[in-house]
């Protein structure tokens, strides 16, 4: 089925951006694809960045379009709808996503201050002038992460859906109530934004590359099962292996040339993994690099806990050394650092867990970051997601 793929990613989008543009009182003077998420037979959204002349000057916006192989959503009637004579799409410009009310207050320091005044977390009123914003990470009609600074102070606000709002919010007090360092929760609204305090340390995505090993092995096995049993009760997320096949579609549509390795991943990875069952285990479901904070060798945070839930501890380890085993424009000395930390890391994961599987999880994270480059329609993106590729099937390689 069509679920817009080609409109989106191609010059046909043009007329449907430019009607968009024109619907507002701008006109379009140049625009280029920014972002991609495809959900093969069924939808895609897009972004884009257009130069976009209004009546009170030029400037650049971040448009973004929603296409689907069948009927349009609720959701989508938050948008403008525009058709280009044989399907109807969802158009919006940024901050007004129709799926996250609360970014258009998110987006702008000014009204950010007002948040930060309801809620009365500083000593004194700001206003716009005093806050600086920074986004973290928007995934469009998804969520979006935006850092906040004002007077010496740091929040995070997690701009959310809001169905997954409450969930969002359980999960955080879940782990803090059992003691973990997850962010405290100071803030939240009836738009859907989750306002959260700055946790101590740094990423440790930063520290891995610094002097000295940032935290142990044993450390991150033993922060995972710190997690209290309520955890284990709480809605399955499925594990990223679950969708290896799916991931595999991802990658292999935009780049058909790596369609037979992709096809011989996913066939081990599904074959390898039937025996395992879901488990039980208390588990993060996102656990990498960059959700862990650190500070003289020992971790003192974790964050997005939004996908904890049961499962297999060997899902949390596979996805941190599949981010570690795909980390981008590194230098020699960096590609040095990571490879010794992960030949120090991953025999202490191997007593840990299952070796196969913990490899054949792996290779499957591995393939789910494959979809990254073209998503996000980096310079290079071809390579990049050669490289991925092989990476996943050299850790199929190393068990089938």
Not at 86 to 98: F, K, L, M, Q, T
Not at 331 to 336: I, K
Request: aromatic share 6%.
């Amino acid at each position: 089925m069509d679920d817009g793929a080609a409109l989106l990613t191609g010059p046909d989008v043009g007329p449907l951006l430019d009607a968009a543009v024109t619907h507002v009182g701008g006109e379009l003077r140049s625009w280029q694809l920014d972002h991609v998420d495809q959900t093969p037979e069924q939808s895609t959204t897009a972004t884009y960045l257009a130069s976009v002349r209004w009546p009170h000057g030029e400037r650049t916006e971040l448009l973004g379009v929603s296409a689907r192989s069948g009927e349009l959503t609720a959701s989508d009637s938050n948008a403008e709808i525009f058709g280009d004579g044989s399907r109807r799409v969802a158009v919006w410009i940024y901050p007004h996503d129709p799926d996250l009310p609360g970014l258009v207050r998110a987006a702008f320091p000014e009204r950010m201050a007002e948040v930060l005044n309801d809620g009365r977390l500083l000593p004194r009123p700001v206003v716009g002038e005093q806050v600086s914003l920074s986004m973290i990470g928007y995934r469009p009609r998804r969520r979006a992460v935006v850092k906040v600074v004002v007077e010496s102070q740091v929040f995070y606000v997690k701009v959310l859906r809001p169905r997954l709002f409450t969930d969002v919010l359980h999960k955080h007090r879940v782990l803090l109530d059992a003691g973990l360092p997850a962010p405290q929760v100071v803030l939240t609204t009836d738009d859907d934004l989750l306002v959260t305090r700055e946790l101590p340390g740094q990423s440790l995505a930063k520290a891995l590359f610094d002097d000295g090993d940032p935290c142990s092995a044993e450390d991150l096995v033993g922060l995972l099962d710190a997690m209290p049993p309520a955890v284990s009760s709480l809605a399955r997320r499925p594990p990223w292996s679950d969708a290896v096949a799916y991931y595999g579609r991802l990658v292999v549509a935009p780049l058909p040339d790596v369609a037979e390795d992709v096809r011989w991943i996913v066939h081990h990875v599904e074959r390898g993994l039937a025996r395992c069952p879901r488990g039980d285990e208390p588990t993060h479901g996102d656990f990498h690099e960059g959700q862990v904070r650190v500070e003289g060798g020992r971790i003192v945070g974790i964050l997005d806990v939004d996908t904890i839930g049961p499962g297999r501890r060997a899902d949390d380890l596979a996805c941190l050394i599949g981010h570690l085993s795909t980390i981008q424009h590194m230098s020699a000395q960096q590609e040095a650092k990571v490879r010794g930390l992960l030949a120090r890391w991953v025999p202490v994961f191997d007593r840990r867990v299952d070796p196969v599987e913990l490899r054949l999880r792996a290779a499957a994270v591995i393939l789910s970051l494959a979809t990254g480059p073209f998503r996000g329609q980096e310079p290079g993106w071809e390579e990049q997601t050669r490289t991925m590729v092989r990476s996943a099937a050299a850790l199929v390689g190393q068990v089938v």
